[in-house]
């Protein structure tokens, strides 16, 4: 596991120094992250596993800038994100960062075409055609821009949402159980294409999964116990994954 970029050649993606985040419930704090350093080299995709509780949400959650750290930096690509306004932050988001959730958040009115160039609308940009039909091509669901997300299945809405990350070319892509909603054919599928972003588009993919299967697709998975980084493993298959994730916390 990388702490610091100065331990790998190349751009990093995404840095985290002593992170740490706790969440106050009535009269109690509860600490969620604690003092987690990482650095996330650009072009790899990278699984976050834990138990239930462990931190992996508020890690993408601070990482993505959705949420803001209670001490800690982070900084993603050149731009440390942690320390950024509400309205920097938010501007930040829409031009540098691609989500994508278990749940797809496709607007049903709109066009599969439409709901992909959302963000570039929303970021005042205008559209590249020839890229937005590299994209879909690139997910599969070339010639079926023009239906609505009802008219797709469900391995094809998650296909629209990754489309929809990848439309502005963001620094990093946040998946949060992206597979979760499908069945393990349709779930392949899908993480096959997140590998696809990474090694044929050069993306940079960070996925929050419960699921050894799926983090067995990843280049690495860091494992969180507790609110702490609990080491990583490079290369590993699903098995190595479910075996590691039987003595997590254990030392
Ligand atoms: N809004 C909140 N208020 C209070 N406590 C919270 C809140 N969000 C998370 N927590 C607590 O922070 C800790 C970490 O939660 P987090 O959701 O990051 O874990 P997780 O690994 O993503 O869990 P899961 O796999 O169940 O989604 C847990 O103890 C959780 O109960």
Redesign the pocket.
Known sequence: MFTDASEFSGPAALQLQGVSKS???GNTT???LREVSLAIPAGTFTAVM??????????L?CAAGLDAPDSGTVLLGDTEISHLHRKALTRFRRDHVGFVFQSYNLLPQLTVARNVTLPLLLAGRATDTVWLDYVLEAVGLAGLGERKPQELSGGQQQRAAIARALITRPDAVFADEPTGALDSVTARQVLDLLRHTVSALGQTVIM?T?DPVAAGSADTVLF?AD?RLDGSMTGATALDVSERMATLGEH
Do not use: D, M
Not at 50 to 59: Q, R, V
């Open positions: 969440y106050r419930s509860v600490p969620a834990g138990p239930s509780g462990s931190g992996k949400s508020t890690l959650q929050v419960h969180l609110g």
